[in-house]
C-alpha cells in the first residue's frame, strides 16, 4: 500500500523547496501535478525524472480512480502549480478519497503566499481568518465581504489582477477605509508589498495597472465603542414597545452595546415597572 504525499512547491522562486520535498518527488512512483508542464520546469531544475500525470479543477474528478490504483502499487506526490495542494488548489477530494480507502496521507511542508503575505503585512499575525478567493460576481463578493464586517481577526484572500480594483471599490464599501497590504508576485523578480490604506491602495493600482497573483491582508473590523446609556435606553425602548419580554431585550442590546448584561437589565426592568405606572 502506498503513501499519498502532498508536496509544497515554490510559489515563485525555484529556490524554495526543502530537501524533503525533493527527496519524495525523487523517490514516488507516480507525481500528480495540477499543470505537468509548469511541474516539469520543476523537475529539470533539480534532475527529477518521475513520471507525471495531469490532476487539475476540470479533471481531478475522472482522474480520481487512476491515482488511486496507482497507490495500490506505490506512493503518489500530489503538487500544486504553486504552495500547497488543496489550499485553493485541487486535491480535498483526493485526500477525502484516499482516507476512504486507507491509504496514509502525509503533508510534506512548502511556501505558503498567505504565511508569506501576513508574515510581511505588518498588521496583526495573532489570529486571522484565510477566505481564499472571494466570488467573481459583484453582488455575491459584497454579500461574502458583508458577512466579514464584524469579523476581529485580520483577513486573508487571493485575488486575480483584472478584479483587484472592483474588489477594493467592494472592500471600501462594506468594510471602511482600513489597513491594508498588498502582496503581488511574492519570491518572484517583480515581488511587491504595499501597505496603506483601501482608498490608497485603490488609488495606487489605478494608476499602475495590476498585473500578477495578489495576496490581499486586510485588517479586521475595530473593538466596537460601547453604547451611552442614552443609546441602550433607545435600544430597549424600541424593543420592549414591539413586546419583546426585559430579559430578552436585555441580552440582546447587551450583546449590541457592550454594556453587561445585569446593568441593561436593571434599565430594561426599571423601564418596564415605570410604564407599567404610567398606564394605572
Do not use: C
Not at 497507490?71 to 480535498?92: F, H, K, N, Q, R
Not at 453604547?227 to 442590546?253: C, I, N, P, Y
Amino acid at each position: 500500500m502506498g503513501t499519498l504525499y502532498l508536496v509544497g512547491t515554490p510559489i515563485g522562486n525555484l529556490e524554495d523547496i526543502t530537501l524533503r520535498a525533493l527527496r519524495i518527488l525523487r523517490e514516488v512512483a507516480l507525481i500528480a501535478a495540477e499543470d505537468t508542464r509548469h511541474t516539469r520546469t520543476l523537475l529539470a531544475r533539480y534532475d527529477i525524472r518521475t513520471p507525471t500525470t495531469s490532476y487539475f479543477e476540470h479533471n481531478k474528478l475522472a482522474k480520481l480512480d487512476a491515482i488511486l490504483a496507482a497507490l495500490e502499487t506505490g506512493d503518489v506526490a500530489l503538487v500544486s502549480d504553486a504552495g500547497m495542494p488543496g489550499i485553493s488548489d485541487p486535491g480535498y477530494e483526493l485526500v477525502r478519497a484516499a482516507l476512504a480507502r486507507g491509504f496514509p496521507v502525509v503533508p510534506v511542508p512548502g511556501p505558503s503566499a498567505i504565511v508569506a503575505a501576513l508574515a510581511a503585512s505588518g498588521l496583526p499575525t495573532d489570529a486571522f481568518v484565510y477566505v481564499g478567493f472571494l466570488p467573481r460576481k459583484a453582488g455575491e463578493r459584497r454579500r461574502a465581504l458583508e458577512s466579514l464586517r464584524d469579523e476581529r481577526r485580520t483577513l486573508v484572500l487571493y485575488e486575480a489582477p483584472h478584479r483587484l480594483l472592483d474588489t477594493l471599490a467592494d472592500i471600501l464599501t462594506t468594510l471602511g477605509d482600513r489597513p491594508v497590504a498588498i502582496a503581488r508576485e511574492l519570491t518572484k523578480v517583480h515581488e511587491e508589498i504595499w501597505r496603506g490604506t483601501v482608498s490608497e491602495a485603490r488609488a495606487h493600482f489605478a494608476e499602475h495597472a495590476p498585473r500578477g497573483e495578489f495576496t490581499l491582508v486586510i485588517g479586521g473590523a475595530a473593538e466596537p465603542q460601547a453604547w451611552t446609556e442614552e443609546q441602550v435606553r433607545e435600544a430597549l425602548a424600541r424593543r420592549l414597545a414591539e413586546g419583546w419580554s426585559a430579559r430578552d431585550a436585555a441580552t440582546d442590546v447587551a450583546a449590541r452595546s457592550g454594556w453587561p448584561k445585569r446593568d441593561v437589565y436593571r434599565i430594561a426592568a426599571a423601564h418596564t415597572a415605570e410604564t407599567r405606572r404610567a398606564q394605572r
